[in-house]
């Protein structure tokens, strides 16, 4: 690794690992318990692997479901090639898959898995215990909250919140499960996504609010729900 390609003023703690030809900017910092791999890149005022205060032990007492999303060490891995623009947030006990982009001012909390190639967009909030699939894209102040799951090749547009909590002044975690989105799922501005599952190649048009689990092959606007057809399914994987 060149020093040339680090910041002089970044501050990189003692036991964090660095690859080849990564860069660096300003004012980052690299906490001790962070794995970085080859070729990538991070800009300015970032802070990467830093301590995620989550009471683990206490939420998966509450709900079991929580156990399934759990990083079993306690780095923070970004893999070859990704990038990382200014201000991100990325906690510990989080895997970031090769050659993904985090946009500016996004959080990752821990516990959380990001796939190969996916997009996470600026002012984004993902986490804790979360998982997006491949080739994902996760537009600008989307929200993705605890134990959601994301499929591979889903694309959320600006603003959406997925939420695992229905009874929003319940304190524990009790009853807490996030949605399930199958792969291939397109959903639109400001819609919220609240403890269900939405089935593959589904639709969600934007400013929808949906609670119910919802079948593959469908498209949900304003309540209503039709099916997909053939032709519309073939166009979108046709532009992917």
Known sequence: MSKEMISKTSIIDAGAQIGKNVKIGDFTKIFANTII???????????????????????????????????????????KKTIIYDQAHISNKVIIEGKAVIGSNAYIRSNSKIGMRAIVGFCAYLGPFIEIGADSVILNYAVIGSTSKVGKNVFISPSVMLAENKYMMKKSYENRKGPIIGDYVRIGCLSTIVSCNIGRFSVIGANSVVAKDLPKDCIYFGGVEKKITKLEKQKYLDSL
């Open 37 to 79: 791999e080859d070729n990538v890149i991070i800009g300015d005022y970032c802070k990467i692997g830093f301590k995620d205060n989550i009471d683990e032990k206490k939420i998966i007492k509450q709900n079991r479901y929580y156990k399934k999303f759990l990083v079993s060490n306690n780095k923070c891995i970004i893999k």
